[in-house]
């Protein structure tokens, strides 16, 4: 069974930036398309960017498009996303997981909050 644990998530203001991460256990990792997802309170978990296996491969929802970036780093079995010009409604908690199918047990997300 594969293992998530996300990091990285703090309260920060407008315009800051933050570096998530999420280790991931397991030896399909690699092959494995991820996302990073997010959920707001009162609102549901959502997709927010994407990554191949490889690595070579990106999208991103129209949200935070420009400024967040999705990479990843197969040897540590590490998903990463650069959070750069945050905004209020950027604030969630974030997860990691399969995509498109996030069949894996969630982990405990990180908490991302933008406020002044």
């Known amino acids: 069974q594969v293992q998530l644990v996300e990091s990285g998530g703090d309260l920060v203001q407008p315009g800051g930036t933050l570096r998530l991460s999420c280790a991931a256990s397991?030896?399909?990792?690699?092959?494995?398309?991820m996302g990073w997802y997010r959920q707001a309170p009162g609102k549901q978990r959502e997709l927010v960017a994407v990554?191949?296996?490889?690595?070579?491969?990106?999208s991103y929802v129209d949200s935070v498009k420009g400024r967040f970036t999705i990479s990843r780093d197969n040897r540590k079995q590490v998903v990463y996303l650069q959070m750069n010009s945050l905004k209020p409604e950027d604030t969630a908690v974030y997860y990691c997981n399969r995509y498109p199918t996030p069949e894996w047990v969630w982990g405990q997300g990180t908490q991302v909050t933008v406020s002044s």
């Open positions: 397991g030896s399909f990792f690699r092959i494995d398309t």
């Open positions: 990554i191949s296996g490889g690595g070579a491969t990106t």
